[in-house]
């Protein structure tokens, strides 16, 4: 499972973002809250890149981990398989599979088979005279995708909110949409003025984007209109 620990993040972001807003110009007699609540309704959301957030993940795949990295608009740092020693790897089983005996099972074989075989390609380039560097740079390469990394990750309140729109999508893959959520419920706690009112793009906005894409058990189907539903809507 997933582990998601707060490290640092902006602190009086609140009457921070709302100082940027003063300068910038803003109606007078509004608290900074009525500012921050404000800025991210009406998505005036630059003004929020100010407060920084700082994430310590444990217990991702590295799968999700190329997922999240997807995410350009934040920094990343990973746990480097070129300069540690993966033989005790641990590994996500896939959430769709987890309460399937067999297929668990299944899993584990390969995942032991994999780790049997990285140590196995590691032991003999050591005997053949090959450095440790450059064992450790050849056999992960049999390592597998459910392999758990470690992860630093610093991102703006502005691309977290368009982070969570993505992933706490249903259409997100069941492990990122767990680390969406473990982040969601660590930030609305310190932010409520910022992330009271986001979730996944439909939510946020108001329409989903998903259009056709949209899943079946979609839990704002009759709620959220798709944008496609309300541009039709304009027709005639
Ligand atoms: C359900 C789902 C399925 C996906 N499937 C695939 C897939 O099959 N293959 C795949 O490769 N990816 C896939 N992705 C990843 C997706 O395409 C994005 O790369 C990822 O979600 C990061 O989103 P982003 O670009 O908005 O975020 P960031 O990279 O953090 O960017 C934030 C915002 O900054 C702006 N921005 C960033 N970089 C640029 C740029 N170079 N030019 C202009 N504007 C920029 C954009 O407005 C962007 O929304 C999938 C994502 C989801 C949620």
Request: with cysteine; aromatic share 10%; charged share 30%.
């Amino acid at each position: 499972m997933v582990e998601v620990k707060l490290l640092r993040y902006t602190p009086d972001g609140v009457s921070l973002v709302a100082r940027g807003c003063r300068v910038s110009g803003i109606p007078e007699g509004l608290s900074d809250e009525e500012i921050v609540r404000m800025v991210v309704e009406n998505d005036y959301t630059s003004a929020i890149e100010h407060i920084y957030f700082t994430f310590e993940i444990k217990g991702m795949s590295v799968a999700i981990s190329r997922e999240l990295l997807e995410h350009r608009i934040a920094s990343h740092t990973a746990r480097s398989t070129r300069y540690n020693i993966e033989k005790d790897f641990g590994y996500v089983v896939p959430p769709t599979i987890a309460d399937d005996e067999e297929l668990v099972e299944m899993f584990k074989e390969a995942m032991e088979s994999a780790r049997q075989h990285y140590v196995k390609i590691y032991e003999r380039m050591l005997e053949k005279g090959y450095s440790k560097a450059e064992a450790l740079e050849a056999s992960r390469y049999v390592l597998p995708m459910a392999t758990h990394t470690h992860y630093i990750w610093t991102i703006n309140a502005r691309s977290l909110i368009n982070f969570l729109g993505l992933r706490l999508c249903k259409r997100a893959a069941p492990e990122i949409r767990e680390l969406a959520q473990k982040i969601y419920d660590i930030v609305v706690k310190i932010y409520p003025e910022i992330f009271e009112n986001v979730g996944c793009r439909g939510y946020t906005i108001g329409l989903c984007p998903e259009n056709e894409a949209r899943p079946k058990d979609c839990p704002y189907r009759n709620r959220i209109p798709t944008k496609r539903e309300v541009k039709e809507s304009w027709k005639g």
